[in-house]
Structure formats: C-alpha cells, structure tokens
C-alpha cells in the first residue's frame, strides 16, 4: 500500500458498507496483516474498529463470533466443550502470537489465503457466514461461500459474523504438516466425525494449505457404517491423494509430486485416526 487517499472510520457496519460502494479503490481495515501485502498502490480505507463487530458469544447451539474477533480474542474465550473446544484448539495453530494478536477471523476469511489454517475445520463443522449486503443481512454456509470465490463474494458485501453449530455429538480432529508448531503449514487436513457407539454415522474431511482454498474430500463418506481403524483411515489418505493430486499439481508446479504422494495420505490419516481415537 503506497498512498491512503481517504481515511473512514464509520460507527455502523451499513455505513462501512455503502462508503465501500461509493469507490471503486475501497479497502475494509480489519487487522491490517492481509492488507499490507496488497500491492494496490492507492485506497480509500475503511477502518472496521468502530462498527461493534468484535464480539464472542453463544447461544442456541452455536458459537457466534464476531468478524473483528481475533484469533488471540478466541484463544481466551471460555468455548464450550465438543467441536467449540476442538476449534480453538485448531486455532492456536495458527501462526505465532504476535500474528495471532492481530489477524481478525473476518479478514482472514475475507483474504482466504493458504495458511489460513482455519479453513479446512470450518469446512467440516458446517460453518455459516452473516453478511451484509445492499438488501440486508444474509447468511451463506461456509462451503458456498469458498465454492463462490470468496473475492468475487465479497464485492458490494461485508462480512459481519461467522457462525459454528457446537454439535455435542461431533468429533472434530485436525493433523498439519510444518516446520514448527507456528510455522505455515502447506497441508492441513481437519475432520470432523459422529458415531453410534463405534461405527461411524457421519464423516467429512477437508484439506487446506496446499490449494488456493480448502477442499472436501468425498472418500470420506466411505467410512459410515464402519468402525474407524488404522487401515480405514489410510484408505481416505489414498483416496485423497487421488482426488488431489492433479488440482494441487496445477495449483502448484513446483510442489514435488513424490512428496506429495508421500504425505498427503499420512497427514490426512493421522487427522482421522490419531485425531478421532
């Protein structure tokens, strides 16, 4: 970012909004860490802190959080038990504390950038997105919402809150792939399971990291009616591996091919069996 021409910061989120509409070179300020990678060389910023969107709470089942949350405003939020639980632990993945004090949950689903570790849980807890538009407030579920093109969404719309259903019943279990434990990780895989006593009932797996945006894989569904074993969970490895292997390829020429059919598998296995058991 070379030049701010104008500088917003509105009290109401429908205010941010319609000042964004009004030009086209018009940035939303949330934590500012995916902003300053742009390379637009002039904006108009809108300053999101005044808008009351930083805000955690729970009810009827689900945890609410608020798009000017921060990771470190999660981290410390007492989550209920089950997936609210898992998903926080998830999030103390993701990247080192002072990252973690800064990066907002809006504007890291907005940015939707490959280390964004949070992606591929979101994917698989069913996850729901409250966004403002011209006509109102709407909701859209977080895979639409990645299958739309998150940019292209975006245009002419803010994202106000994202929506987790706390499912007592439900597993959530994550595995990653990187250096350290806050380094950005090129593979993370996150599943999330039900059970009737030992056999599976219901399961999704998704993975992120490697590809532009998280992926549901769909050999996971090969698991209901099944207990969950070693040998089980390295059959969904392979299947992604095969669902994957030419998408991440494409997405990325560089990335070894042997290496890639040497870990993906394993990380993904030990998400749904080491994770899960």
């Not at 509409?21 to 802190?49: H, V």
């Not at 080192?96 to 907005?110: E, F, K, L, M, Y």
């Not at 095969?242 to 070894?256: C, D, R, T, Y």
Request: glycine letters at 8%; proline letters at 5%; aromatic letters at 6%.
């Amino acid at each position: 970012m070379r030049k701010i021409l104008d500088y917003h910061a509105p009290a109401a989120p429908i205010d941010a909004l319609r000042i964004s509409q009004s030009s086209t070179k018009a940035r939303f300020l949330a934590g500012g860490s995916y902003l300053s990678r742009e390379k637009t060389l002039e904006c108009t910023l809108i300053d999101l802190k005044n808008c009351g969107l930083a805000h955690i709470s729970e009810a009827n089942g689900n945890l609410r959080i608020g798009a000017m949350s921060t990771i470190t405003d999660l981290l410390l939020h007492p989550a209920s038990s089950g997936p609210g639980k898992a998903f926080l632990q998830a999030l103390s993945s993701t990247g080192h504390a002072i990252v973690r004090n800064q990066i907002t949950i809006g504007g890291s689903i907005a940015g939707m950038l490959p280390w964004f570790n949070l992606a591929a849980p979101l994917m698989v807890l069913d996850a729901s997105l409250l966004v403002l538009e011209s006509s109102g407030e709407t909701t859209i579920s977080f895979r639409s919402f990645v299958a739309n093109k998150p940019r292209e969404y975006l245009k002419n719309r803010l994202i106000l809150a994202l929506n987790i259903p706390l499912v007592s019943d439900r597993e959530l279990c994550f595995s990653r792939l990187s250096l350290t434990e806050v380094d950005f990780a090129p593979m993370f895989a996150a599943a999330s399971i039900s059970r009737e006593g030992e056999t599976v009932k219901a399961a999704y797996v998704a993975v992120s990291g490697c590809l532009p945006g998280p992926v549901m894989i769909s050999g996971a569904s090969e698991l209901i009616g099944k207990k969950l074993s070693r040998s089980e969970a390295e059959t969904v490895g392979q299947a992604a591996l095969h669902e994957l292997q030419g998408k991440i390829i494409s997405a990325n020429p560089n990335f070894p091919p042997a290496y890639l059919e040497e870990v993906l598998p394993v990380v993904v296995a030990d998400c749904l069996y080491g994770g899960a058991n």
